[in-house]
């Protein structure tokens, strides 16, 4: 699987040409802090690891779970993926018109492709728009919609998932839902970027985010994950808040909370799932049935090929270290998850800030 962009199917992206501008150096600090997502010394590994899962299917119909391992990377798995678009509201009452979604900071697209299969399901094809600062991400995420048959209802942008509406696709445009997994532990000015978001969606829309977030415990006793972690390689990366400053950022941009659930429990379950299946050198449980409706004969390279697929081809061979940071700050209980349904406050009591920075 190559990373040149085919012909007849490429990204839409932009880049800010104003020299020194503000917004230039805001790409320049977003792109070094992404860098260690997919690197280029390790797109030959990844690369073949998706070229071996792709020929083992027919065309256009390798299963959304195959791709688990690479799908799923934020804390939960697919588990919390579940939990996502169960709060997202995805089908209207007493309709079955499809909701227009934005994706920022999609990676490779895991969360639309689930999202577009699960809705398919259940009789309606929403779209999806995915944006993300990786040209890299973008370039595999398109491939990967291809090969799961679900391109037509998923676009994917190259731009920054902060400023949506700077990209040339999609000024004007506004969306039913913004889903994000993710991103804002990324992101120093959060209200700034939520006030993107909030601008983004229609009136009636809602933004659903998932995030890890620092406990009232660890920031009670100065603790924090050791690093490195998923999301930070540097003290300067990490923007892991506390829930608190989490729900100041949404009240200044414009958001009420309408659902707030924790879900550090499940995840930790997950955790040790995950690490149950890493000691028996079994398929880790993120990856769900991988087999999809390939014939017995090829029974062997899917299965072989779906495990193969393992998040040291995104994060290289630092992420046995992450996870194992990962799981002392959950048992600690310096680290929790939590999932938002927020809505917009109406116009009059709508309060907001500047310009997202990092």
Request: proline content about 6%; glycine content about 6%; some cysteine.
């Amino acid at each position: 699987m190559s990373h040149e962009r085919p012909e007849n199917e490429m990204t839409e992206n932009y880049r800010e040409d104003e020299p020194g501008g503000s917004t230039s150096r805001h790409l320049k600090m977003a792109c070094d802090q992404v860098s260690h997502y997919a690197s280029t010394s390790r797109h030959a590994a990844l690369n073949s690891a998706l070229e071996a899962l792709l020929s083992a299917y027919p065309p256009s119909e390798v299963p959304v779970t195959a791709l688990a391992g690479l799908d799923q990377l934020h804390l939960g798995g697919v588990g919390d993926t579940h939990e996502l678009l169960a709060l997202a509201k995805l089908q209207k009452p007493s309709s079955f018109t499809p909701l227009k979604i934005l994706e920022p900071g999609a990676g490779l697209g895991g969360l639309a492709r689930h999202l577009v299969s699960q809705s398919a399901r259940n009789g309606v094809q929403h779209h999806v728009t995915t944006l993300d600062l990786s040209d890299s991400l973008c370039q595999v995420a398109i491939a990967l919609n291809r090969a799961t048959g679900l391109s037509e209802h998923i676009r994917v942008l190259e731009g920054d998932a902060c400023y949506p509406e700077l990209h040339p696709a999609l000024p004007g445009r506004r969306f039913d839902r913004v889903l994000s997994q993710h991103l804002l532990v990324h992101l120093s000015d959060k209200p700034g970027v939520l006030k993107q978001w909030h601008d983004c969606l229609e009136d009636d829309g809602y933004l659903i985010l998932h995030e890890p977030v620092l406990s009232v415990q660890a920031q009670a006793f100065g603790e924090r994950p050791e690093l490195p972690v998923p999301w930070a390689l540097t003290t300067r990366a990490d923007q892991l808040a506390t829930c608190e400053e989490l729900h100041e950022a949404m009240a200044n941009s414009g958001f009420e909370v309408d659902t707030h659930v924790e879900l550090t429990d499940q995840v930790l379950a997950w955790q040790a799932r995950r690490q149950q299946h890493a000691r028996s050198s079994h398929q880790s449980d993120n990856a769900g049935d991988p087999l999809g409706s390939c014939d017995a004969q090829e029974l062997s390279n899917a299965m072989l090929a779906a495990r193969a697929l393992t998040p040291e081809l995104i994060f290289g061979p630092t992420f046995a270290l992450m996870q194992r940071n990962i799981a002392q700050a959950l048992e600690a209980g310096w680290l929790e998850v939590h999932l938002w349904r927020l809505r917009k406050r109406p116009a009059q009591h709508a309060s907001g800030t500047g310009r997202p920075h990092l």
